[in-house]
């Protein structure tokens, strides 16, 4: 799917949850992909459509997380998004900035 919506340059993991056996929110899937990455979880950013598994487990987890919706609501999430070309924009923005300065929450 990445591959096809031209975003999979911008994924340094992507962890499909009956690969691995574990279902959002469940923590353990968060700390799976920070462990691949080896970073800690503020510096990785989590995307995702539904914002009760999505957006709330990662939060939970401590990572950035940006929430695919249509919807315009206060949430808990950095930034919002409603197509992958927003996505790519606004990541080509972050680019020049670092997380701690361009997406502070």
Known sequence: MFNSLGINKYCDSVII????????PDARI?????????VQPEQALYVGDQYDTDIIGSR?????????TSEQVDSDAHFQFSSWRQFILKLQQLEGNTWSSAMQK
Not at 30 to 38: C, V
Not at 60 to 68: D, F, T, Y
Request: aromatic fraction near 8%; hydrophobic fraction near 40%; charged fraction near 30%.
């Open 30 to 38: 968060f700390a799976l992909g920070i462990e691949q990455l080896n």
């Open 60 to 68: 939970n987890k401590g990572l950035k997380a940006a929430w695919k």
């Open 17 to 24: 949850s009956d690969e691995v056996g574990l279902r959002k």
